[in-house]
C-alpha cells in the first residue's frame, strides 16, 4: 500500500465553493466527535467486561443515527456529512485504532485512549474516489479526453484535467502541480491508475492550513494498493535487525558472518532532535513573555511550524531507515526480517520512542517487505544482547556498552552486531493477540 497527497480544487463559482468548504468542515467536525464518542463506549465496555451480546448491541447503538424508533448511541446534535458511509467508516476505524492501541499496552497505562480532534481528515468510502468507471454510481475520478492516448499526451503537461465527481454533487479538479518534472512521480501513479495496474482503496480528504495563513487548501490522502513485486527469495535466509540510539539499526544474516550492515548515524539524529528541542524552548520563552495580539500569534505560529518540521524530520528518518533496511533483506534474497518485540519493555528502546518512530519504523517495514514478499516477524528480545552469537554461550556482563565479548570462547565483537545475529537466528516468534472485541 502507499498513499499520495493530491490537491483538489472545487470547481464553480465563489458561492459553490463556500458551500463545498462548509460541507467538509461541518463532516469532519461530526465525524470526528462521532468517533471520539464510539471510541469512549468502546473503552468503558471493555474496562465493564461487558458479555458479548451486550457489545453486539452497543456496535449497533453506534452503526447508526437517530431516526424514526431507531435508538442510536450518538448524541442528537452529531449530523453526519451527505453522501458518506461514515458510520460504517467510524466503526472500522474505532475498532482498528482500539485494536491497536491495546496491542500498545492502552489498558496498562502505556498509552493515552486514542482521541479525534474536530478538523481531522474525512473519511472517504473507495466507491467516492476509485475510477468513475468502477463505482456503482455516477462518483469518482475521471477525465473527458477522447481515448487514452490524448489522456497519456495532456497528463505530462501543465493543462492535464482530471475530475473527482464527489457526494453531494460536489465537482474537484485534481492539482497535480504546475512543475511537471517535480510531480512526475504523481503523474505517473495516475498513468497507472487509470489503467488499472494501481488499485485505489478508501482514502481521506484533509483541509490544510496555507503557508500565508490565508484559508485551507483541500487534499485527497489516496490510498493505493500496488502489484506485489518478484524476488526469487530464500526460504533459509533471516535478516536480523538491532535498534539503538548509537546505530540506529544494525543487520545482520542468520546463516553468515558476513555481510553485515550499519544504518544511520544517531549522533547525528540526536544533534538535529536537541538543536529543535532549543529552538522550541526558546519560541515557547518568548510566547509566555508576550501578552497577546499579532505579535502572540506570529509567535505561536512559529512554535507550530517547527512542531511539524521536528515530527516531519522524525517520519523522513523512520522512511529511510526503513527502506535500507528492506533494501539489504532484498540485496541478499533473505525471505524473512526479524525485528524485536519491545512491547512494554522499558530499556534504552524506551529513549529511541523519543527520537524515531519505532512503531512507525516498524510499520513501514512490514509494509515495505510486503510488497516484495518478506515476511517481518517479531522475536522475544529477552537475552539477545547477552548470548554469543558465535557459540551460542550466555552469560551477564558479556556485553559490556557497545563491545561484546564471550566467556566460554572468548570471540569479541560489536554489541550490536551479536545482537542482531542472536535476533536472526531467534525462534522465539511473538505473535500479535488478537482482539476479538465488538466495536460501534
Not at 310 to 332: G, M, P, Q, T
Not at 349 to 374: F, N, P, R, S, V
Request: hydrophobic share 35%; with cysteine; proline share 2%.
Amino acid at each position: 500500500m502507499i498513499a499520495r497527497k493530491i490537491q483538489l480544487l472545487p470547481v464553480g463559482d465563489k458561492e459553490e465553493t463556500s458551500r463545498v468548504y462548509k460541507y467538509l468542515r461541518e463532516g469532519m467536525k461530526a465525524q470526528n466527535k462521532a468517533l471520539n464518542e464510539a471510541m469512549s463506549a468502546l473503552y468503558a465496555a471493555t474496562l465493564l467486561d461487558m458479555s458479548q451480546d451486550d457489545k453486539k448491541e452497543l456496535a449497533k447503538l453506534f452503526s447508526r443515527v437517530t431516526h424514526g424508533k431507531n435508538e442510536s448511541g450518538f448524541t442528537d446534535d452529531i449530523c453526519f456529512a451527505t453522501g458518506l458511509k461514515t458510520t460504517a467508516s467510524i466503526k472500522q476505524k474505532v475498532k482498528n485504532d482500539f485494536s491497536a492501541a491495546r496491542k500498545k499496552g492502552l489498558e496498562h497505562g502505556n498509552i493515552s485512549l486514542p482521541t479525534y480532534k474536530k478538523d481531522n481528515p474525512l473519511i472517504v468510502d473507495v466507491n467516492l474516489c476509485n475510477l468513475r468507471s468502477k463505482t456503482k454510481g455516477n462518483t469518482g475520478i475521471y477525465h473527458n479526453y477522447a481515448n487514452h492516448a490524448e489522456f497519456l499526451d495532456h497528463l505530462y503537461k501543465k493543462d492535464v484535467e482530471i475530475f473527482l465527481q464527489f457526494a453531494n454533487k460536489i465537482l474537484f479538479k485534481l492539482r497535480l502541480g504546475d512543475n511537471v518534472n517535480k510531480s512526475m512521480e504523481l503523474r505517473t501513479v495516475i498513468q497507472k491508475i487509470f489503467e488499472e495496474e494501481y488499485t485505489i482503496h478508501g482514502s481521506q480528504i484533509q483541509l490544510q492550513k496555507r503557508k500565508n495563513g490565508k484559508g485551507d487548501d483541500i487534499y485527497l490522502l489516496l490510498s493505493i494498493e500496488t502489484p506485489q513485486v518478484e524476488h526469487k527469495l530464500d526460504e533459509d535466509t533471516v535478516v536480523g535487525v538491532d535498534l539503538g540510539v548509537a546505530v540506529p539499526a544494525v543487520c545482520a544474516l542468520n546463516n553468515k558472518w558476513q555481510p553485515r550492515e550499519y544504518i544511520g548515524n544517531g549522533q547525528t539524529f540526536i544533534a538535529h532532535k536537541q538543536k529543535i528541542k532549543n529552538q522550541r524552548r526558546s519560541l515557547q520563552k518568548n510566547v509566555v513573555m508576550c501578552s497577546g495580539g499579532h505579535g502572540r500569534n506570529k509567535k505561536l505560529n512559529k512554535l507550530n511550524k517547527l512542531k511539524a518540521s521536528e515530527s516531519n524530520f522524525a517520519d523522513s528518518y523512520s522512511h529511510k531507515i526503513s527502506k535500507e533496511i528492506v533494501d539489504f533483506a532484498l540485496k541478499h534474497n533473505a525471505k524473512y526480517i526479524n525485528i524485536e518485540d519491545l512491547t512494554g519493555i522499558d530499556t534504552e528502546h524506551e529513549k529511541l520512542l523519543g527520537l524515531w518512530k519505532y512503531y512507525k519504523t516498524q510499520e513501514l517495514i512490514t509494509y515495505k517487505a510486503a510488497k516484495h514478499g518478506i515476511e517481518v516477524r517479531k522475536i522475544n528480545p529477552r537475552y539477545t544482547s547477552q548470548v554469543c552469537s558465535k557459540c551460542g554461550h550466555w552469560e551477564e556482563g558479556q556485553r559490556n556498552g557497545r563491545d561484546f565479548k564471550c566467556k566460554a570462547c572468548g570471540e569479541k565483537m560489536n554489541a550490536d552486531y551479536n545482537a542482531a545475529r542472536n535476533i536472526a537466528m531467534s525462534t522465539e516468534f511473538v505473535r500479535d493477540k488478537d482482539v476479538e472485541e465488538e466495536t460501534a
